[in-house]
């Protein structure tokens, strides 16, 4: 167990599954309040999502670097629509100028749909299998000194060099931290090799154990170590009936804004953690302590979409659970965006925060 970390997620303009997007897809004053108000809540890192229709998430990570001062960052990517030489230069450039707060979440897809959009025709296996040399080219380019050629499968370079390096290293090399997401038995491989964190959808407990023990033995077959990431939708009120009443209050306003959305109940597509999800609410509603899976039920599992629902402090025993399998940070964000950031930094962060230390000091003195 050490110390852990929570991501929190922005976007470019207030919408969750209980409020419909309105206006403009960007709105600057909206991401500059939601930028600052998770570094005033004491989170480590925002989550900027990529979606094939939405505005560029490079650039809006650009922004929000440019009006915080220490709270990190975590890009997400999907590998396939620039090259490997550029996005390497583009990170970098972004690590630089953001004073090494970058880190990159690399998502292959889970969506043909998603990824045809943008021209991508590649099938889900060979999209992991491009994500896997996408990632040694990136890598190549970073800390090499001099310029090389690269010859491959889906990528050919010659000459490859980028004056700019990150700020950030790794074992003394210039380094972009990677997470990495993808459930499938193509994904797993490339989790093994280059993931620093590997992230998980809020899935059970038994589900949780037996996808982190696969991912860490991948990643011993490597000489590696990998920490791993949770995601959830907490749901949090001062007692436990008014938290399981705000969660079913946000199930009906789910469904009443899918129905007038004209959206019918949603399904996995090619995403494995998706399944994974919905193979949780298979299990029913509530799970485990207090795992709520039906968001997910009614969603089709698109996204993170389970909640822990309780006080902060039922909420922050439920997530050292997860710390117990060796999970080492939390991506929380919630149904009301920006007010949920700001409610989780008044109790469940610092909460948790000092229930793990508490544990580790109990430890030190038990050795």
């Known amino acids: 167990m050490s110390q852990i970390e929570f991501i929190g997620m922005i976007q470019t303009q207030k919408v969750s599954e209980i409020h419909a997007a309105q206006g403009p897809a960007i709105d600057r004053d ?8 998770h570094e005033n809540a004491g989170f480590d890192r ?13 650039l809006t990570v650009a922004y929000a670097a440019s009006v915080t001062e220490r709270i990190g960052f975590m890009l997400a990517h999907r590998p396939g629509f620039v090259a490997p030489t550029l996005a390497a230069r583009q990170f970098a450039s972004l690590d630089q100028y953001s004073g090494g707060r970058l880190a990159v979440h690399y998502i292959s897809g889970g969506s043909d749909d998603e990824q045809q959009r943008d021209g991508d025709w590649l099938d889900h296996d060979q999209r992991y299998a491009r994500t896997d040399e996408y990632l040694e080219v990136l890598h190549k380019v970073w800390a090499a000194d001099q310029p090389f050629d690269h010859a491959g499968v889906h990528y050919r370079a010659r000459n490859a060099f980028s004056e700019v390096k990150p700020v950030q290293t790794r074992n003394g090399r210039p380094h972009v931290p990677v997470y990495f997401g993808g459930a499938s038995e193509a994904a797993i491989p490339v989790a093994g090799k ?46 436990e009936e008014k938290a399981w009443a705000r969660a079913e209050a946000i199930l009906a306003e789910t469904r009443r804004l899918r ?23 298979g299990q029913g509603v509530r799970v485990d302590k207090r795992l709520w899976t039906a968001i997910a039920q009614e ?7 389970t909640a822990l ?40 962060i610092p909460l948790t925060r000092a229930l793990v230390a508490q544990r580790l000091a109990n430890r030190r003195e038990a050795a």
């Open 309 to 348: 629902v309780g006080t902060p402090e039922q909420v922050a025993d439920a997530l050292l659970d997860y710390v117990d399998l060796g999970v080492s940070t939390f991506l929380i964000r919630g149904f009301d965006p920006l007010e949920d950031a700001t409610d989780y930094g008044r109790a469940l």
């Open 46 to 58: 925002i989550l900027v999502p990529h979606h094939s229709t939405g505005p560029d998430a490079t």
């Open 30 to 37: 909206y991401v500059r309040a939601f930028a600052r108000a």
């Open 299 to 305: 969603t089709g599992a698109r996204s993170n979409s």
């Open 259 to 281: 129905v007038v959305q004209g959206f019918g109940r949603g399904g996995p597509q090619q995403s494995e953690g998706a399944r994974r999800l919905l193979a949780a609410a």
């Open 194 to 239: 280059y993931a620093d964190v590997y992230a998980l959808w809020g899935e059970s407990l038994a589900q949780a154990r037996e996808l982190t023990t696969r991912v860490r033995a991948e990643a011993a077959r490597h000489g590696r170590s990998v920490r791993f990431s949770v995601s959830f939708r907490p749901i949090l009120a001062e007692t």
